[in-house]
């Protein structure tokens, strides 16, 4: 996933009052995570957006995650592109408490991953969000 193309919809998320303090904060943030982080950012991303009902940034996020899938491991990633394409027609048809069910579980299994990946004395991510 490049960082760059994570930028935009990160910025989205953010209000246009926050001062610019903040805004770059959330640059620095999202410049210096792991890959893992940022798929798990993207994630945020898309379940406020369909909190919000809002159908572009959720299908920017979910675009991203598509984005980030690696076929080399087929089966998993067709799994996840179906679940996104899942989520993708619910977005579509407004039916986004759907598409941001499937979206909290698939951000919690990410996050277990992630916590099973790191070292004893790692700082554990975020598992509460939705």
Wanted: with cysteine; aromatic share 8%.
């Amino acid at each position: 996933m490049q960082r760059s193309a994570l930028l935009e919809p990160m910025a989205q998320t953010i209000p246009v009052r926050v001062p610019a303090a903040l805004q770059h904060y959330r640059a620095q943030q999202v410049q210096g995570a792991s890959p893992m982080q940022l798929v798990l950012m993207v994630y945020d991303i898309a379940i406020v957006a369909c909190e919000a009902r809002d159908p572009q940034r959720a299908g920017r996020a979910l675009s991203e995650l598509i984005g980030s899938l690696n076929f080399e491991y087929e089966e998993i990633a067709t799994g996840l592109f179906r679940l996104y394409e899942y989520c993708l027609w619910g977005i579509r048809r407004s039916r986004f408490q759907d598409a941001a069910k499937v979206l909290r579980g698939l951000r919690q299994a990410w996050v277990d991953a992630m916590a099973a990946e790191r070292p004893a004395n790692s700082p554990r991510p975020s598992a509460s969000r939705g």
